[in-house]
């Protein structure tokens, strides 16, 4: 058992169920006003919440806001997330985003969590009977309390339940090589650069010589933080930030591991075990175009299906994903496999290969639509370079050659690139944080234009017209003279 830091916890659960309300109910602190990075030293924490239970132990709660976002953390945090609290509010019911991220943390594997169903001040013995019995039905075996953030209700009995979950949790291989998954890099002055992520095994000390995957660049570790402060060593689990001599911010950027040097190679393909989710909207198809998550990397990717050539929604099967940018695997890691045109959860599991070769899979049935060649579909062909120079560019990208039409259209239909009419694209998370600016924007007294978003966002008027027709095309945003009004998809967005 690891004695020397608390268990993490995440958060999971619908929008507006009430995690944020809970987690401040039970530590005092509320998520949604924690600043979104606090820089301290040369530490950045996302929102933790020290949580301390009944038995004295003591549990850091990341309350994860927004759906997206969630996705993301859960896969990035994988390894560092000991345990869950999924939230269902009695008022409402089991929701898609319950059924989803439950989904997705028994994909990844976590087995311990507890449920709260929350508001109960809100509804009477029968309505919370009626929600009581749909969680069994997708929860199952796990415990379930009900509370109110508003009076108090339950509160006792919930932190009781945590500290049974918690105590059962399997400790963590301390061994193996390092392995660091970048989720933040950036520049401090007379520091240089820092990296942040949860490690996911071995330990890392200052002076020690690290690759970063792809690419295999070395680098040294001037100095390791856990929490802010200064340590000589830092272990499995824990959330730290390294200061690096030897690579700039741009070489060792969100997606990069960190490794031991020579124990990892990157690949463009994993051969995989993937669960197919019963809730797919349909089958996994050879020939796909998805997204795949894996550590703090997120790829547009083509699916080879073995054999039958299709996956039907809740079965499983050996698959090769070809990817459009490489991953640092090994065997035994997680996966998640989400469709784009809905997002969604289609499937995960676990590698089975990280370096396959193609013979390894038998043909498919039909001429797929897109087979790829030695590293990628032909028609990716430049969208590993497309996807850099997006990313590089952020909110004001250069606009696409014609050359570029055709990985453009790959990366669009994957969702790693957002395309605005014929001649820009931005880089998804890019345009992700433009559409949380404009969102932001709706909610204030004058309004989401044209004006107060290119003045916001820093940017020409030809930028700021192209994000909103890419929003409002994308379901966020609707026009109305000359301002827009949030849409379902945005309101989501802000209510995160
Ligand atoms: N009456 C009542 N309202 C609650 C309770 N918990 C949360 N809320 C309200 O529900 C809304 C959404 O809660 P929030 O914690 O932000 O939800 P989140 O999106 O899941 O983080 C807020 O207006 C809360 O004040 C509760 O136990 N009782
Ligand atoms: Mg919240």
Request: hydrophobic share 40%; glycine share 10%.
């Amino acid at each position: 058992m690891r004695s020397d830091h608390p268990l993490t916890l995440g958060t999971a659960g619908h929008i507006d169920h009430g995690k944020t309300a809970l987690v401040a109910a039970l530590t005092g602190v509320d998520t949604d006003r924690l600043p979104q990075e606090k820089s301290r030293g040369i530490s950045i924490e996302l929102g933790y919440a020290p949580l301390e239970l009944p038995s004295g132990r003591r549990l850091s709660v990341v309350d994860v806001p927004g759906h997206e976002r969630f996705v993301r953390t859960m896969v990035a945090g994988a390894t560092g997330l000991d345990l869950f609290l999924l939230v269902v509010a009695l008022d409402d019911g089991v929701m898609p985003q319950t059924r989803e991220h439950l989904a997705i943390i028994r994909l990844l594997g976590l087995e311990r969590g507890v449920v709260a169903l929350t508001k109960r001040d809100l509804v009477d013995d029968e309505t919370a009977e009626i929600v009581r019995l749909e969680v069994a039905e997708l929860a199952g075996e796990l415990p379930v309390v009900e509370v109110s953030s508003r009076t108090g209700a339950g509160l006792e009995e919930l932190r009781e339940e945590l500290d049974r979950a918690a105590a059962r949790v399997s400790s963590r291989a301390p061994d193996g090589p390092v392995r660091l998954p970048v989720d933040r890099a950036f520049t401090l002055r007379g520091i240089g650069t820092v990296v942040t992520g949860t490690l996911w095994s071995g330990t890392v000390e200052p002076q020690m010589r690290l690759a970063v995957e792809p690419g295999g660049q070395e680098v040294r570790v001037r100095s390791v933080q856990v929490h802010d402060r200064p340590v000589d060593t830092a272990g499995a689990g824990q959330r730290v930030a390294l200061a690096l001599v030897g690579a700039e911010r741009s070489e060792a950027p969100r997606g990069a591991t960190l490794a031991t040097p020579g124990a990892l190679q990157a690949t463009y393909r994993l051969e995989c075990r993937l669960d197919v989710l019963p809730t797919a909207p349909h089958a996994l198809r050879h020939g796909e175009r998805v997204s795949v998550h894996h550590g703090t990397t997120e790829t547009p990717a083509t699916v080879a299906v073995r054999g039958a050539g299709e996956l039907p929604p809740g079965t499983s099967g050996d698959v090769q994903l070809r990817l459009v940018s490489r991953v640092a695997a090994l065997r035994g890691d997680r996966v998640i496999v989400r469709l784009t045109a809905p997002r969604t959860t289609v499937a995960g599991g676990v590698v089975t290969d990280p370096r396959p070769t193609r013979s390894g899979l038998a043909p498919a049935p039909a001429p797929p639509p897109a087979e790829p060649a030695a590293r990628a579909a032909p028609s990716a062909a430049g969208a590993e370079e497309l996807l850099a120079r997006l990313r590089a560019e952020g909110v004001t990208p250069s606009a696409l050659e014609p050359s570029e039409r055709e990985p453009a259209a790959h990366l669009a239909a994957s969702g790693a690139i957002v395309r605005a009419g014929d001649d820009l694209a931005f880089a998804a998370e890019a345009f992700d944080e433009a559409a949380r600016t404009a969102v932001g924007l709706a909610g204030e007294p004058d309004g989401l234009t044209l004006g107060r978003l290119r003045d916001r966002l820093g940017i020409s008027r030809k930028y700021a017209q192209a994000i909103l027709e890419a929003l409002d095309e994308q379901g966020y945003t609707r026009r109305t003279g000359d301002v827009r009004q949030l849409r379902r998809r945005g309101r989501e967005l802000a209510g995160g």
